[in-house]
């Protein structure tokens, strides 16, 4: 159940934002102060690397979780945890 939908706008938009400025925008910049004969190349090779990490990072982490995750015993066991309300 929802309880209140621009809440989750807020949150999302805060955190997505936070996101964006400290795993995107940050370094890029940091690049082109770096490489400022090269700042085509320093934010290409920037922008290929951060979408890189995501197809790498998802398969490594779904493959991960399907090794190694357990769900939560605190529930107590699946066959007795409705999931509906």
Request: glycine share 16%; no cysteine.
């Given at each position: 159940?929802?309880?209140?939908?621009?809440?989750?706008?807020?949150?999302?938009?805060?955190?997505?934002?936070?996101?964006w400025g400290?795993?995107?925008?940050?370094?890029?910049?940091?690049?082109?102060?770096w490489f400022?004969?090269?700042?085509?190349?320093?934010?290409?090779?920037?922008?290929?690397a951060f979408?890189?990490?995501?197809?790498?990072?998802?398969?490594?982490?779904?493959?991960?979780?399907?090794?190694?995750?357990?769900?939560?015993?605190?529930?107590?066991?699946?066959?007795?945890?409705?999931?509906?309300?």
């Open positions: 159940q929802l309880h209140s939908l621009p809440l989750i706008y807020l949150g999302y938009g805060v955190f997505g934002g936070m996101g400290f795993g995107y925008i940050s370094p890029v910049s940091t690049l082109l102060r400022p004969d090269k700042k085509g190349l320093a934010g290409g090779l920037a922008l290929t979408g890189a990490g995501g197809a790498v990072a998802s398969p490594l982490i779904s493959t991960l979780q399907n090794a190694f995750a357990r769900p939560p015993t605190f529930l107590g066991p699946a066959s007795e945890i409705a999931l509906s309300v």
